[in-house]
């Protein structure tokens, strides 16, 4: 599924001209606040900034109060409109080139702290895209379930551990809205997947990032349907989510805090963390022995065991000296290269001549 703001059925009928269904482009929710900019040009014609608003709920948000919405979260599953003003409305069925451009900043991916309390550098991600659209008042209809689909083999007990599955691997189809929460766990189960279940907290939880009691019972009520075993609890540390300025260390604690109580109360042995700051690793491990949560501090690409920053974490862990604490090694912390098919998708986004492979003319 693309990674985009617009689809085959955004383009929706409006009185006030027409509007935009946006998706969140990318695999988890983001605060309204990580919405950098938006503009919005018709059959080539740019939509004046000052004619278009974002509507998230029963709230409509001019462009250039978004980057103060610190607190509002734009749920995964969400599918805010973008409102644009026109004397005259757009009517059903009507064709129209749209072309959206799009920056979000990812507010957990820094890339350097801010200095004099001031905001830090932020992964950006931008979104073009240009896409002839029919005015419609409907989503599109979610495809056909394939069915047929052979049973996984049954574990035995020769194997040397239990299998499980994040639901990260479903974000394309859970971000389109083709499944609730208990939906997927439902298809897991029908595809015969786990028994283990990761989950990532800002993709999955609608009152991130606290995890309430009515997700809570779904959750246990999904669990008990199906036999699933909690494995991994994903959780990110937001430190951009505020433009003007990063979280201080009090609100890195209190917001790691609240995944951790939230993790407990889905019955998860382990939080696999972002941050192992090792002020911050002080003020948490009483935390974590107190709710018997074992810290896992993720290990991916480009980085290796021996990377610099990991060996930095490895002298913290030496340091505090818990059982508790420890790594999660991600496949891509293995790579070598960059993957071909990646390198051929990035050409093809930018426009290059096909990269050709080694050693063939």
Do not use: C
């Amino acid at each position: 599924m693309p990674n985009g703001l617009i689809a085959s059925d955004s383009l929706r009928v409006h009185p006030d001209g027409f509007a935009l269904s946006l998706t969140i482009p990318w695999y988890r929710s983001l605060w309204l606040s990580s919405v950098t900019s938006i503009t919005v040009s018709v059959d080539g014609v740019e939509v004046p900034q000052a004619d278009l608003r974002f509507e998230l709920g029963d709230t409509s948000y001019a462009l250039d109060e978004l980057p103060a919405q610190s607190d509002m979260l734009w749920f995964l599953q969400a599918h805010p409109l973008l409102v644009a003003t026109r004397d005259e409305p757009f009517a059903l069925g009507d064709e129209h080139e749209i072309t959206v451009h799009g920056v979000l900043r990812l507010p957990y991916m820094q890339i350097a702290p801010g200095q004099d309390g001031g905001p830090g550098m932020y992964v950006p991600n931008v979104v073009h895209q240009s896409l002839p659209l029919t005015t419609t008042d409907r989503d599109a209809a979610p495809p056909a379930l394939v069915s047929d689909v052979p049973a996984a083999p049954a574990a035995t007990g020769s194997d040397p551990f239990q299998l499980g599955l994040t639901l990260y691997s479903a974000s394309a189809e859970f971000r389109a809205g083709w499944y609730d929460f208990d939906g997927l766990l439902d298809r897991v189960a029908e595809l015969g997947i786990g028994p283990g279940i990761e989950i990532v907290a800002s993709q999955m939880v609608p009152t991130y990032p606290v995890v309430g009691e009515d997700f809570v019972a779904r959750w246990r009520a999904a669990f008990d349907r199906h036999g699933f075993d909690a494995s991994s609890f994903g959780a990110n540390l937001d430190m951009g989510k505020r433009r003007d300025r990063d979280m201080t260390p009090d609100e890195e604690f209190e917001f790691s805090k609240l995944m951790f109580e939230g993790a407990k109360k889905l019955g998860f042995p382990l939080v696999r963390i972002q941050s192992a700051k090792p002020e911050l690793l002080r003020r948490l491990l009483p935390i974590a022995e107190r709710e018997n949560l074992k810290l896992a501090y993720e290990i991916h690409a480009p980085m290796g065991p021996n990377a610099e920053p990991i060996m930095k974490v490895r002298e913290t862990y030496a340091e505090l000296d818990s059982p508790l604490l420890g790594f999660v090694a991600d496949f891509s912390s293995t790579m070598h290269s960059m993957s071909p098919t990646l390198l051929r998708a990035v050409s093809r986004a930018l426009g290059l001549a096909p990269l050709k492979t080694p050693g063939k003319s």
